[in-house]
């Protein structure tokens, strides 16, 4: 009876009586040491883009059966990579360069698995199709308790720490389609601790923004401190300044109190609000005119405020 070969590794199977004192050698050259690739066989691939098919033979040495496969060379397109139609699994090293992708796939679909370049996966195949032996959900539930990862982390969802401990957290840059006007960095206040001698929590060494943030023009002119540092309000009528909500010792901006068209609008305020002298200002009624007030909040019950009128 004629050898057949296992159908996921390629290992052949004698058949009963053959090769008669040489099947010891047969074992071990086309069965033990085909297990032994399939294990812990590492292969280099050469590509330079378009489609590779890599070797699949029975009972001898190929490229698809080894366990890490590690593909190398500048691509000049993209790169597919045509794995037997057999189930196994993979671990893929994609050390090309060029800007292209790298697909690995089998010989029955044109769908198949990314590896980013540079990255490192375990691939799996049922035979037909391919697929990442980890995907967000598996990582989303691994234990890193106690872990250390070195290198940069990509993060397309949100971090969630509840500590962290370290010298500094660096941003080197935010892309200019990242908008979130409330919580930019934090859902709750975000504490700086000093780290070095020079006795300052935080340091810019480029411009910041505070947004100015309209308020709804009313009888009772209402603000919550939690919308932002800096204010504006144009007056459609006598107003009242009301007490802000969310006051935090420490805070401080301004408010930009403007005229409308017709003028004449006056602005008081509501107790909370300290001026020099103790007395608040009155403001500039000419139409179209804008007085700025600048206010630090001393207490939760007291929020100094400095005017300066008519500003053009």
Known sequence: MSSSYSTRLRL???GDGDNANTWGARLNTNVIDMVDEAVGG???VSTTGGSTTLSANDGAVDQSRNAVLRFEGTLGSAATIIIPS????YY?????????ALTLRTAVTNAGTAVPQGGKMAIYSNGVNTRAALDNTGIGAYPTTGGTINGNVKVSGTVTATSY?????TVTSIGASTIDTTNLFATTALVVSATTAKGKQLRLTGAAIADIVSLTDAASVTVNLNDAQ?????LGG???????TNVQAGQTGSFFIVQDSSGSRTLSFNSIYDFPAATAPTLSTGANVVDRLDYIVRTSSSI???ASLNVS
């Open 304 to 306: 100094h405020m400095v």
């Open 238 to 244: 006598s107003r009242t300044l009301a007490a802000p």
């Open 165 to 169: 401990t370290g010298s500094r957290i």
């Open 12 to 14: 052949e199977k004698q």
């Open 86 to 89: 057999a189930e196994k699994t």
């Open 92 to 100: 893929v090293d994609n050390a090309t360069s060029g800007a292209y």
């Open 230 to 234: 800096n204010f504006e309000v144009k």
């Open 42 to 44: 590492v292969v280099v």
